[in-house]
């Protein structure tokens, strides 16, 4: 298992991101929701397929079943 942040905007997923100080600022700056998740790397793998398919918001649905822990670090509108 490991973590991951997360963007997520109106069509669903747009990116998962490895939990590592070098992409911490990304989630700073982008102006869509941002999560934090810890899913198993099976999980993982299943997630990446949908986004490279271009499959947003299957790929969102499969990350909220397949998340061991799910914490919300900002929302759409730029709050924390």
Same mark, same amino acid.
């Given at each position: 298992m490991k973590a991951y942040l997360g963007i997520v905007d109106e069509t669903? $997923?747009?990116a998962l991101l490895p939990?590592? *100080?070098s992409n911490r600022p $990304?989630? $700073?700056?982008?102006r869509s929701a941002c999560i934090w998740a810890a899913v198993e790397d099976e999980g993982?793998?299943?997630i990446e397929a949908e986004?490279? *398919?271009g499959h947003r918001s299957g790929a $969102? *649905?499969?990350l909220l079943n397949q998340a061991i822990e799910l914490v919300?670090?900002?929302t759409g509108d730029g709050s924390r």
């Amino acid at each position: 298992m490991k973590a991951y942040l997360g963007i997520v905007d109106e069509t669903g $997923l747009r990116a998962l991101l490895p939990d590592e *100080s070098s992409n911490r600022p $990304l989630m $700073l700056e982008a102006r869509s929701a941002c999560i934090w998740a810890a899913v198993e790397d099976e999980g993982v793998r299943e997630i990446e397929a949908e986004l490279r *398919s271009g499959h947003r918001s299957g790929a $969102l *649905s499969l990350l909220l079943n397949q998340a061991i822990e799910l914490v919300p670090i900002r929302t759409g509108d730029g709050s924390r």
